[in-house]
């Protein structure tokens, strides 16, 4: 027996496409990375100059250059070593006041968020309208009021009124609710309701609800709303700067500036040592919570 004849298929070559030139690449693609490398190249240039200055010997503004000569550590060592700027004190006083800052931030913002989100009661709208009403005047606008009611709060409670840490964290707290309850609520608004009835009817109070559903599902806009209240608090100054008086209960950003306050200054190398080493909690807590930091900010912007 012959076995049948197999048809042969023919087929057909795929055409060769054209590579670009460079023009058709530039106008197609190449300009987005001409904006990207101008973009990246702004951000990292200031970084390089407090890194390089940090390592140069008395460098000025003028003089500073992105690439330090003749590397050296004596800026680090005139920053830790001088009695009369415990940098030391500074350091350990903001990372403390900005964990706790951010801990209290997340909680009782997630409690605020997840009541406007969850619950319907009257006024609701209303204080959510107040809420984002408040944040449209920046916090320092009210550093007069703010100074004169801690005053009056030392006359009885000296342990929270001026020169004060926990002071300062609590009015660190009043002024970052509202931005940040709204940002959680907007996370709170994309879980679905069906779990809180699901687990309603299994038994579950408001309060299981919250921290054994809720929280856990929200980790990434916490996340961010954490990062948010570290940064915020590390980098404020000028409540900081009207609140503290004690040398010892500095924070950086106050105790920093007393490197560069005076006209002409030339104490630039030991401001930019002390400024790189506050910079490395925060890029580490950026590299340990960057999975969250994208999904936390989109979703927490949903409308609720």
Do not use: C
């Not at 049948?4 to 987005?32: E, M």
């Not at 004060?164 to 996370?187: D, E, H, P």
């Amino acid at each position: 027996m012959t076995s049948p004849a197999v048809p042969v298929v023919r087929v057909a070559p795929i055409p060769k496409q054209k590579r670009q030139t460079f023009v058709q690449w530039l106008k197609s693609n190449g300009w987005r990375h001409a904006i990207a490398w101008v973009a990246v190249a702004f951000a990292v240039t200031p970084v390089l100059w407090v890194v390089s200055a940090a390592f140069t010997t008395n460098p000025t503004i003028s003089s500073g250059s992105l690439i330090p000569t003749d590397p050296t550590l004596d800026n680090f060592k005139r920053l830790l070593n001088n009695p009369d700027q415990p940098y030391a004190n500074w350091y350990v006083n903001t990372m403390l006041l900005a964990i706790i800052v951010a801990l209290f931030t997340v909680l009782i913002g997630a409690g605020a968020a997840y009541a406007f989100s969850r619950f319907r009661f009257k006024g609701r709208k209303v204080g959510l309208m107040f809420l984002l009403l408040v944040q449209m005047f920046p916090q320092f606008l009210a550093l007069v009021a703010i100074y004169l009611i801690m005053a009056q709060v030392s006359d009885v409670f000296s342990g929270i009124g001026l020169d004060s840490l926990i002071g300062l964290g609590l009015v660190y707290l009043g002024g970052a609710m509202g931005i940040n309850a709204w940002l959680i609520k907007g996370f709170f608004d994309t879980i679905p309701m069906e779990i809180d009835e699901s687990a309603k009817v299994d038994g579950a109070s408001h309060g299981q609800i919250f921290w054994g559903i809720i929280l856990p599902l929200a980790a990434p806009v916490l996340a961010v709303v954490g990062l948010l209240s570290v940064i915020f608090t590390i980098n404020e100054f000028v409540i900081a700067s009207a609140l503290l008086q004690s040398p010892q209960k500095l924070t950086l950003a106050v105790g920093l500036q007393q490197f560069i306050g005076e006209k002409y200054s030339e104490n630039w190398g030991p401001f930019a040592a002390g400024a790189l080493l506050a910079a490395i909690p925060v890029v580490l807590l950026f590299i340990f919570l960057q999975r969250f930091i994208v999904g936390g900010l989109t979703q927490g912007s949903v409308k609720g």
